[in-house]
């Protein structure tokens, strides 16, 4: 069975400041990778994904990830944060079986002005 | 083009009681997976459809069923409903059965008392 951990359960970090986020899977066989955000009282909005290729995916409002198949890591980082990533943060593993979703128990991001 | 539309928003309920959740896929997706979001357990995989047949199933008691119509829109009942329900929960539609992108709702709250 997949599993997923999300190392952290909240990350506080200055505005303007680098942040990551650390996601562990565990899985037998290969997987597709997601990362989601949910602002409050809202749904899941799909920030990145990994399905095959390029291990570096980057999203449209500056955050990348990293697939690293050796350590079975799939890293969310931001160079420089704003107060409006302000928001829950969730790692989610699928795999080539079309197995559903499995997700981690989220990291909080704060970003202190 | 529309996103996917859960009804109603917020729901309160009593024990005992059972409660009817609704779920409009995007237009085009055939595949509907619902989830239930916990503060205590996380975001949980209850069941998904495909072409209205159940593909998957989590691991939750038999109060929680769920259907797909030819329309592709899906509903999910929980029967003798239980404190523990609270929760939200959350509808998400794919083109297919391969996850490589799933698009949520924004859920419906739903309180027991």
């Known amino acids: 069975a997949q599993s997923v951990t999300q190392l952290d359960s909240q990350v506080p970090v200055f505005e303007e400041a680098p942040v990551e986020l650390r996601c562990n899977y565990s899985s037998s066989v290969s997987v597709y990778l997601f990362w989601y955000v949910q602002y409050p009282n809202q749904g899941l909005q799909l920030l990145l994904k990994?399905?095959?290729?390029?291990?570096l995916v980057e999203s449209i409002n500056g955050f990348e990830a990293e697939f690293n198949k050796s350590q079975t890591s799939f890293h969310l980082r931001k160079p420089s944060v704003h107060i409006s990533d302000t928001a829950e943060y969730f790692c989610?593993?699928?795999?080539?079986?079309?197995?559903?979703?499995?997700f981690g128990k989220g990291t909080r991001l704060s970003v202190i002005a | 083009k529309a996103g996917v539309t859960q009804t109603p928003r917020y729901l309160i309920k009593t024990r005992g009681q059972q409660v009817t959740l609704s779920c409009s896929p995007i237009s085009g997706h055939r595949s509907v997976s619902w989830y239930q979001q916990t503060p205590g357990q996380g975001l949980q995989f209850l069941f998904e459809y495909f072409s209205e047949t159940q593909r998957n199933k989590g691991n939750f008691p038999g109060r929680f069923s769920g259907r797909q119509f030819s329309n592709s829109r899906s509903e999910m009942n929980v029967s003798t409903l239980e404190l523990g329900d609270s929760a939200l929960y959350l509808c998400?539609?794919?083109?297919?059965?391969?996850?490589?992108?799933?698009?949520f709702g924004q859920g419906t709250r739903l309180t027991v008392v």
């Open positions: 990994y399905l095959s290729g390029s291990t």
């Open positions: 989610a593993v699928s795999d080539i079986r079309n197995t559903p979703l499995v």
């Open positions: 998400a539609s794919s083109l297919d059965i391969v996850n490589t992108e799933a698009f």
